[in-house]
């Protein structure tokens, strides 16, 4: 999720990003073992949106405290959100990360998995210079979100040995795998700021709404996204034979010589002519049409969860500035 984020999105941002990235660049990590250490450097190093992390920060200035207090939380969820980049590179074999070689092709691959851990460690380091009477909750959040990542890849991986998903696994995989570490994110910043339990719940509710309808329109870009705006050639999902919300809602939707059809299309070599008749079968079934739908659900209930957790709008402006910039995203 966040692959290509527009102009303005960074712009609503960019001083909470800069505030951050002179944290980051300030954290010290030991010169020895170099092999441990130095991937670490480098990863962290590598150009990142840093959205998890602002989202801890904004949602403790939202709720009357400040981006200093919510500092060190947000620092953890960035450590801990790069961790399991590192393990998933390794897990899907890929050659790039952020347009850079990925950490166990530049090392190796044990390198990877140790130089993944000691950052999984680092993060809990960051999170325990908390006050302490807020780290209970911060460690049973925490704790929680972690499982629940590794729960999502697991299904992930799961699936793609798998002809049929329904719909609602793929919407709870991905809630597992992406919006649950932006839910924890934002109730980071609500625990630290001491709101009620049922603030915390909105804001995380809110995370978790956002980053399902953002997934969702992840998905419909690939294929009917403009190549130019998303930063990516269209396509390639289904290049890949992978999952989406597109593929699973097309098969939910087909009847059983159309599935058998949907199958078929997945063998096709040609990509241009696997791209084109692929298409032409979500169109026929107005697969598109649905996918928005459940997007827009998805996004309402965000939005209205966001509502709900603030009296005054001002209190909270740049959040929506940022719902609405990741929520509104063009073909």
């Known amino acids: 999720v966040f692959k290509k984020l527009g102009f303005f999105i960074m712009e609503v941002i960019k001083d909470y990003i800069n505030y951050f990235e002179k944290e980051i660049a300030h954290l010290s990590f030991p010169d020895t073992p170099k092999n441990l250490y130095d991937p670490v450097g480098y990863f962290l190093g590598l150009e990142a949106k840093r959205i998890r992390p602002v989202l801890t920060l904004l949602s403790a200035e939202s709720f009357g405290s400040s981006k200093e207090e919510a500092l060190d939380a947000s620092v953890a969820v960035e450590l801990f959100h790069n961790f399991t980049l590192l393990h998933d590179d390794i897990m899907d074999n890929s050659m790039l990360r952020r347009g850079k070689k990925t950490v166990h092709h530049v090392w190796n691959t044990n390198i990877a998995i140790l130089s993944g851990d000691v950052l999984m460690v680092y993060a809990y380091s960051q999170l325990a210079n908390n006050k302490a009477k807020h780290l209970p909750d911060l460690l049973k959040l925490f704790n929680k979100t972690a499982v629940q990542l590794c729960e999502g890849q697991q299904l992930d991986m799961d699936f793609e040995s798998e002809e049929i998903i329904s719909v609602d696994q793929y919407l709870n995989m991905i809630k597992l795998k992406t919006s649950v570490l932006l839910g924890c994110a934002l109730q980071f910043g609500a625990i630290i700021a001491n709101s009620s339990i049922d603030k915390q719940s909105l804001i995380y509710d809110f995370g978790i709404n956002l980053g399902l309808a953002f997934q969702i329109q992840d998905d419909i870009l690939d294929l009917y996204g403009d190549s130019e705006k998303i930063g990516k050639k269209i396509g390639g999902d289904i290049l890949n034979n992978k999952k989406t919300i597109l593929s699973?809602?097309?098969?939910?939707?087909?009847?059983?010589?159309?599935?058998?059809?949907?199958?078929?299309?997945?063998?096709?070599?040609?990509?241009?002519?696997?791209?084109?008749?692929?298409?032409?079968?979500?169109?026929?079934?107005?697969?598109?049409?649905?996918?928005?739908?459940?997007?827009?659900?998805?996004?309402?209930?965000?939005?209205?969860?966001?509502?709900?957790?603030?009296?005054?709008?001002?209190?909270?402006?740049?959040?929506?500035?940022?719902?609405?910039?990741?929520?509104?995203?063009?073909?």
């Not at 965000?302 to 995203?329: G, P």
């Open 248 to 331: 699973v809602v097309a098969n939910d939707l087909a009847n059983i010589s159309q599935k058998k059809e949907l199958l078929q299309l997945s063998k096709i070599s040609d990509p241009i002519l696997k791209i084109s008749k692929t298409t032409d079968f979500y169109n026929q079934l107005k697969v598109l049409d649905y996918c928005k739908k459940i997007s827009k659900k998805y996004s309402d209930n965000a939005i209205a969860s966001l509502n709900k957790s603030f009296k005054e709008k001002k209190s909270s402006s740049i959040l929506y500035k940022l719902a609405e910039a990741l929520l509104v995203r063009r073909h």
